[in-house]
T-cell receptor
């Protein structure tokens, strides 16, 4: 149980375009979802926390107008990287927790974004 | 910000126990210790968590010192598939956010 999926697993986009990443909880209701970014050989950095039906809370230094997060249902959250630039190339990982599974976060497999 | 410190890397012989230490000297009374691991280019995997008492599950054991300022994750019989980066995380009292530190890169050697 507690499976989280992400789509796509990898994406290549051109500089200046926007790309959307989906995060789904498959077998539980995710009341809270989290988005992380991970650069090569570095640790995960929390970008934002989103509660279903509420605006996301962004960590200091993360541009909310550049990284749009929507958590419209208990099983789906999306991260849209707007006007992507090469420095946005990274591994984006979502996680979720919810009722009945405690405070553990269950992570998706990640999305590799490359901006050319 | 991460509230934990871990050794950067460790090696362990296959079949032996892997003992991964974590220092969390500023932990508060109700803050839990969580352990996750990340195999290359995958999302982190939950291992175990605890508050005060030692915990054991099918994957590992967690030993927390009496003063709660440090803990040790024990993989009883390490296999090659246990090669990964292991993260020790202190979950804050308020909110469910996890702030990852640098973790320990464990290499299991045949």
């Amino acid at each position: 149980g507690a499976v989280v999926s992400q789509h796509p697993s990898w994406v290549i986009c051109k500089s200046g375009t926007s790309v959307k990443i989906e995060c789904r909880s498959l077998d539980f209701q995710a009341t809270t979802m989290f988005w992380y970014r991970q650069f090569p050989k570095q640790s995960l950095m929390l970008m934002a926390t989103s509660n279903e039906g509420s605006k996301a809370t962004y960590e200091q230094g993360v541009e909310k107008d550049k990284f749009l997060i929507n958590h419209a249902s208990l099983t789906l959250s999306t991260l849209t990287v707007t006007s992507a630039h090469p420095e946005d190339s990274s591994f984006y990982i979502c996680s979720a927790n919810g009722q009945g599974i405690g405070y553990e976060q269950y992570f998706g497999p990640g999305t590799r974004l490359t901006v050319t | 910000d991460a509230k934990t410190t871990q050794p950067t890397s460790m090696d362990c012989a296959e079949g032996r126990a892997a003992n991964l230490p974590c220092n969390h000297s500023t932990i508060s009374g109700n803050e839990y210790v969580y352990w996750y691991r990340q195999i290359h280019s995958q999302g982190p995997q939950y291992i175990i968590h605890g508050l005060k008492n030692n915990e054991t599950n099918e994957m590992a054991s967690l030993i927390i010192t009496e003063d709660r300022k440090s803990s040790t994750l024990i993989l009883p019989h390490a296999t090659l598939r246990d090669t990964a980066v292991y993260y020790c995380i202190v979950r804050p009292n308020t909110g469910n956010q996890f702030y990852f530190g640098t973790g320990t890169s464990l290499t299991v050697i045949p």
